[in-house]
């Protein structure tokens, strides 16, 4: 009794097998709704020595592909053949197949009466304004209640095989299809792609402008190495709208020779950036060897990545290289920190390793996971994460060379500075030297006229006393005449000497010269003189012809008080604080000034010469005449 129950259930089984098998082996066309994805719905078979041709394949075992994809890619090499079986339950008799990206192939329909194939020639491309380009499709018919088989036979090899994905949809949806198929998925991936490769953009245009303007070649490198990367994660969003067999053919090489000369330029970058060939010449060697092994792993892995055959094992190497190179920058990491300190070093290793940090869940999630959502793919997101950590370290890097700037323009300054000082010294030298020459000179020719014209105006004086003593009792005026000019002329050589002479360029100078005037003047005239000096005069420098305007200023003060003053006493006071200035004081009659300047011009002299220097003259009528002398540039 138990044996047969057995033998019914067995039976039941196998029967419910058989017919879930033949349930699957139809797809209904009357159930779909727009489109339907149809990839592990399908039948496939692979010809590993291509001996047979699409007539033959017919008889022959076709598989569903389970849960890995149809093709392998360590077998890539022969021909591969699908069947696509449907049935059609709806009143649709008209269907579209759309196989994939860059996908080339030959559909045929089976006359099952005749066990022969028809080759059909409805493929056609429909321009989607969504993506901005042509969508290849093959029309097929499947009257309603009936059932066909297709074959197919698409063209794969190492750039097709991972973009095959067929789609069964309804004609006049080729627009849905499109948006949710190509757009919605990738939406949260687009938007963001965007805003980052903007962000990468700016960065690039930034230090593109400022290598132009100063050509140093950190910033080529640094230029380099965001254009690698923009460029890489460009090409990345525009696999999702290309359909073209032409863009993918170069899909593998574009990708690791962007990925690797983008590793490269940071490297050269930060070698640079540091200056480890002059600090630390050892680790300079450590990054040269990581660079040549890329150059050289390039050189030989993108030919063996271009066959079919080794293409599976060309993946696999890139990978490990990536893995290798991920590890090996955690050695530099470590050695930039154990050999160089500095701010710029501390930001170049955050950078570093944040963005290692970020790619090597980027790698693991690109190639090993298998998460897919409605809002974003394993792929995509692993493209995010790996751009993000790029974006994280070249603002993180962008800090490290802003302070490099900002560092480079102080040294600048400070350079710019300590020339101009150099130069500042030298010019005042010259000065000196100018200076010095001049007073030189003014020594030179105040030595010569009193050497020369001095001791032949005394020489003239003295003959022409001789001549008066030899003749007491003959007067004459040409012999008073000459003696009067002389001592006049040696009065005037004097004063001109004094101001030529350099040692006598100070305040003191001039206060102890003018004293010794004023006193000599006076001397032999019946006025009661008084003259106030401050106790301590400050050493200010004063001109030759500064001091020459001074003197002659006050004699014409003096000359004024003993010809039109009758005055008996003279008061002189000299001031130092706030100003320099003299007053000079008679109880004589006085004077009208304006009238006196109407006719005279000893005053416009006295206005005239004290106003070069910056001075003041002022008057006052007051029980005599008070006259003050300013000059405000001598404090």
């Known amino acids: 009794m138990l044996l047969k129950r057995l033998i019914i259930a067995a039976a039941f089984l196998l029967c419910g097998g058989l017919l879930i098998a033949q349930s699957t082996t139809y797809i209904d066309l009357g159930k779909i709704k727009g489109y339907d994805t149809v990839l592990k719905r399908l039948t496939y078979y692979t010809d590993s020595g291509t001996t047979i041709t699409v007539n033959d394949v017919t008889k022959k075992t076709f598989q569903y592909p389970g849960v ?136 690039f245009s930034y230090y593109f402008a400022i290598y132009l303007r100063t050509f ?28 073209s067999r032409n863009y993918f053919f170069f899909y593998d090489s574009k990708f690791q020779i962007l990925q690797l000369s983008g590793s ?7 070698a640079s950036f540091l200056q480890l060939k ?51 920058c955690f050695f530099l990491i470590y050695s930039l920190l154990k050999k160089i300190k500095s701010k710029e070093n501390l930001r170049i290793v955050i950078g570093s390793i944040i963005s290692i940090l970020m790619f090597f869940p980027a790698l693991y999630i690109d190639q090993w996971s298998q998460f897919d959502s409605n809002v974003i793919g394993h792929r995509e997101l692993a493209l ?28 600048g300054l400070q350079t710019v500075e300590k020339l101009q000082l150099e130069n500042d010294r030298k010019e005042l030298e010259k000065f000196k030297a100018v200076i010095g020459a001049k007073e030189h000179e003014r020594n030179r020719i105040s030595q010569e006229i009193h050497d020369d014209i001095g ?39 004097n004063e001109i000497i004094w101001s030529l002479n350099s040692r006598n360029d100070s305040l003191p100078d001039l206060i102890a010269y003018l004293r010794h005037l004023i006193v000599e003047y006076f001397d032999p005239m019946p006025i009661q003189l008084s003259i106030a000096i401050p106790d301590q005069i400050p050493e200010s420098e004063v001109d030759g012809k500064t001091r020459r305007n001074i003197v002659l200023c006050v004699k014409e003060v003096l000359h004024n008080i003993m010809k039109h003053s009758q005055a008996t006493e003279v008061q002189i006071q000299f ?19 304006s009238v006196i300047e109407t006719f005279k011009n000893g005053l416009h002299n006295l206005h005239h010469r004290i106003g ?6 002022d008057i006052i009528n007051h029980n005599g005449t008070s006259i003050l002398l300013k000059l405000p540039a001598l404090h």
């Open 68 to 203: 890995i994809f149809p093709f392998n890619p360590q077998q890539l090499e022969g021909r591969h053949f699908v069947k696509l079986s449907v049935t059609n339950s709806g009143t649709q008799d008209s269907f579209l197949l759309y196989l994939g990206r860059a996908q080339q192939y030959s559909m045929y329909e089976l006359n099952e009466s005749q066990s022969s194939l028809t080759k059909l020639n409805s493929s056609f491309h429909y321009y989607s304004d969504a993506i901005f380009n042509d969508v290849p499709y093959t029309l097929f018919t499947v009257p309603p209640g009936a059932s066909k088989t297709f074959f197919i036979q698409p063209d794969i090899d190492f750039y097709t095989w991972h973009l095959f994905d067929p789609v069964v949809l309804i004609p006049d949806e080729q627009d849905a299809f499109v948006f949710n198929h190509f757009l919605k998925p990738n939406r949260l991936y687009i938007s963001v792609t965007l805003v980052l490769l903007g962000v990468m953009l700016s960065m």
């Open 216 to 243: 140093i070649r950190e910033y080529l490198y640094y230029t380099l190495a965001m254009f690698s990367f923009f460029t890489y994660f460009s090409l990345r969003l525009l696999d999702s709208f290309m359909f």
């Open 264 to 270: 490269i330029f940071v490297l050269l970058f930060i």
């Open 278 to 328: 002059t600090v630390s010449p050892v680790l300079l060697k450590y990054f040269r060897v990581i660079i040549y092994i890329q150059i050289i792993f390039l050189l030989i892995n993108i030919p063996l990545t271009y066959t079919n055959r080794y293409h599976y094992d060309g993946i696999i190497g890139f990978n490990l290289m990536r893995a290798f190179l991920f590890l090996y």
């Open 384 to 411: 995010l994460i790996f751009m993000a950590g790029i974006v994280l370290q070249m603002m993180i890097y962008m800090q490290a060379v802003a302070y490099r700037s900002r560092t480079r323009k102080v040294l």
């Open 455 to 493: 001791s032949g105006l005394t020489s003239i004086r003295l003959l022409s006393e001789i001549a008066k003593t030899k003749n007491p009792g003959v007067t004459s005026k040409e012999l008073e005449k000459i003696s009067e000019t002389s001592n006049i002329l040696i009065d005037k050589m």
């Open 575 to 593: 001031e130092t604080n706030p100003c320099f200035s003299i007053s000079i004081y008679d109880n004589g009659v006085g004077f009208d000034p």
């Open 612 to 617: 070069l220097h910056g001075g003041t003259c």
